[in-house]
């Protein structure tokens, strides 16, 4: 499989306001020539709106400054990239009968549906990955589960779980908690003290590799 240098992540996150690219690779390139930048203001004035509300200027320019040394090393990493193998995913919605969305990609001749269908949920973002984990975790029903277990061992895994996912959302509201692998295509979030939660995207959308 060829090398992907352009991915959803930054499609989702990074939309100048002022300029509309053509194609990915254009806003790959853009957003390369952006990570070179000292200059914080014209990077935040790059991001899309949704982001900006997000995540205030202050909070952005902090963690922006603290990581130029991680700044230039994606930077050049992304540059390396023969200009061959800096290929985009492509991708779209499509309507549906019933009202149904799909949000689907285009990779190496073959189309992926990554949101919409049935009980699928949102993996566009590293972020979304874990919102959805958290969703999923809150609203199994372990009963099957606890039929199997002793009242102490099972009443100390719904704890751990319930702690567990507390401190992963606390985590995750916090600006800048998802550091990215130079290549972009790696994600980890840390939650607590040794503890980590590491993803990987993959054509269908962002996948958990480890929990710890």
């Keep these: 499989m060829r090398r992907v240098a352009v991915l959803v992540l930054p499609l989702v996150l990074f939309a100048c306001k002022r300029t509309h690219y053509r194609s990915p690779e254009q806003l790959r390139d853009a957003y390369v020539e952006t990570l070179s930048t000292p200059d914080a203001a014209s990077a935040y004035a790059a991001l899309s709106p949704e982001v900006q509300a997000e995540v205030p200027f202050e909070a952005f320019e902090a963690r922006w400054n603290a990581n130029a040394a991680e700044r230039k090393a994606q930077a050049d ?6 200009t061959e193998d800096r290929v985009g ?22 189309y992926y549906v990554t949101a919409g269908l049935p009980g699928a949920p949102q993996t566009t973002t590293p972020a979304q990955t874990v919102r959805a984990l958290i969703a999923a975790v809150r609203e199994s029903d372990f009963g099957g589960v606890r039929s199997l277990l002793g009242d102490t061992l099972a009443e100390a895994l719904a704890e751990d779980w319930q702690a567990r996912v507390d401190a992963i959302e606390d985590a995750l509201d916090r600006p800048g908690s998802i550091e990215l692998s130079s290549d972009l295509r790696q994600a980890e ?4 003290t040794g503890k980590a939660l590491t993803l990987e995207q993959t054509p269908s959308g962002w996948r958990i590799t480890a929990l710890e």
């Design 77 to 82: 990493a992304a540059s390396a990239v023969p």
């Design 189 to 192: 979030l840390r939650y607590d």
């Design 89 to 110: 995913l492509r991708g779209g919605t499509t309507a549906h009968d019933g009202g149904r969305v799909l949000t689907w990609v285009e990779l190496g001749g073959h």
